[in-house]
T-cell receptor, first 113, second 112 residues
Framework: DGGITQSPKYLFRKEGQNVTLSCEQN?????MYWYRQDPGQGLRLIYY???????QKGDIAEGYSVSREKKESFPLTVTSAQKNPTAFYLC????????????FGPGTRLLVL | DQQVKQNSPSLSVQEGRISILNCDYT??????FLWYKKYPAEGPTFLIS?????DKNEDGRFTVFLNKSAKHLSLHIVPSQPGDSAVYFC???????????FGTGTRLKVLA
């Protein structure tokens, strides 16, 4: 069963703590993305990766970091520098060049304690 | 600068009638458009897409219309069903790029 998985479903962060959100896909897609959704807003791009060992900043990359060591995995770290991390985080993937449609995971809701 | 706009935050429609969701864009370089449906606390699911070389694409109850001169696209759902109640996002991209720009979404409520 191909798809994108995100874990955990809910994540709590304490002040000054870094947390990492997991995203795994078995669709053999080259490109992966992280978005943030806030209430009443659209999806805003944090980071994206076109291929293994390469990634690019999106529109709101400050306070976040990513890695792409494997094709299947694109973890997102929310660092202590991100002052307003409470949001719904969505991971997506697409085939890559020529792949027009993005497929999304179920999301992770991050809450600050 | 919001390049993709969905000016109606919400829409209510009676079951069986047509739902029309609208999306406007400002970047004339956009050449591929998608509609996604999203339920609360879930990821968006792809519904339908359209390339700028077409002005209409149909898939079952869903039809997307593109008016390039007006930089406007719309999603028609006919007939609307209660299960269609969700938030609908339009998104746009330029060929050769990896960035998709999303609108803010329209919450559709289909009344039984």
């Amino acid at each position: 069963d191909g798809g994108i998985t995100q874990s955990p479903k809910y994540l709590f962060r304490k002040e000054g703590q870094n947390v990492t959100l997991s995203c795994e896909q078995n669709l053999n897609h080259d490109a992966m993305y992280w978005y943030r959704q806030d209430p009443g807003q659209g999806l805003r791009l944090i980071y994206y990766s076109q291929i293994v060992n390469d990634f690019q900043k999106g529109d709101i990359a400050e306070g976040y970091s990513v890695s792409r060591e494997k094709k299947e995995s694109f973890p997102l770290t929310v660092t202590s520098a991100q002052k307003n991390p409470t949001a719904f985080y969505l991971c997506a993937s697409s085939i890559g060049v020529g792949g027009e449609t993005q497929y999304f995971g179920p999301g992770t809701r991050l809450l600050v304690l | 600068d919001q390049q993709v706009k969905q000016n109606s935050p919400s829409l209510s429609v009676q079951e069986g009638r047509i739902s029309i969701l609208n999306c406007d864009y400002t970047n004339s370089m956009f050449d591929y458009f998608l509609w996604y449906k999203k339920y609360p606390a879930e990821g968006p699911t792809f519904l339908i897409s359209i390339s700028s070389i077409k002005d209409k694409n149909e898939d079952g109850r869903f039809t997307v219309f593109l008016n390039k001169s007006a930089k406007h696209l719309s999603l028609h759902i006919v007939p609307s069903q209660p299960g269609d109640s969700a938030v609908y996002f339009c998104a746009a991209r330029t060929s050769g790029t990896y960035k998709y720009i999303f609108g803010t979404g329209t919450r559709l409520k289909v009344l039984a």
